[in-house]
């Protein structure tokens, strides 16, 4: 697939993705975090790297806390330059965010670096393959990469069932997800 075939192959999976994910139930998180929590917990001790929802995306944050109450340390990405990798900083609910590019909400400066070694990966789109599409910008791709060439991460999917396609195209830096968790279930790819 040429480059231009691909990105516009990308660019109407997007689309798809996002007429999806605008359709979604506000209160699927929770049915989300029941799977995640029954059939994809990660393992004690696991630092595990969230995120906080923009716009319509399904909400992790009901798993955060139930991950949170079972001990596991929490960190949000701090979004740096475009495709970049991104910086996880430690969070715990209650403690301030300040707005960061593209109106996401992360930790400030000051709080603890950590590295994740299971990430809440939000999606736009995706396949059972593990294929995901995001906003586009190239961010947990390339965090994935950094990340797995040091150790064993896994990373979760979080999107709506909805926003699952037949197949997508995908690239040669493309990251696969290990597995996809929705408000149906947990898909492992």
């Not at 480059?3 to 049915?31: F, M, N, Q, S, Y």
């Not at 930790?107 to 999606?123: H, S």
């Amino acid at each position: 697939m040429s480059t231009v075939t691909l990105i516009e192959a990308k660019r109407a999976a997007r689309a798809a993705g996002l007429a999806a994910r605008e359709a979604g139930d506000p209160r699927a998180g929770l049915r989300l975090a029941g799977h995640v929590l029954e059939r994809f917990a990660p393992p004690p001790g696991a630092v595990v790297a969230g995120y906080w929802p923009l716009g319509r995306e399904i909400d992790p944050r009901p798993l955060m806390l139930a991950l949170a109450g079972r001990g596991h340390p929490l960190v949000l990405p701090v979004t740096g330059k475009r495709g970049t990798p991104l910086v996880f900083r430690r969070f715990r609910f209650g403690d301030p965010l300040v707005v960061g590019p593209f109106g996401t909400r992360q930790p400030d400066a000051d709080a603890e670096a950590l590295a994740p070694t299971f990430l809440l990966v939000p999606v736009v789109a995706f396949d059972a393959t593990g294929v995901r599409i995001g906003h586009g910008a190239g961010y947990y791709d390339a965090t994935l990469a950094v990340l797995r060439a040091r150790r064993a991460v896994v990373a979760l999917g979080c999107g709506y069932a909805s926003q699952q396609a037949a197949t997508l195209p995908v690239g040669a830096h493309d990251q696969r997800l290990d597995a996809i968790a929705t408000e149906q279930g947990v898909l492992r790819a």
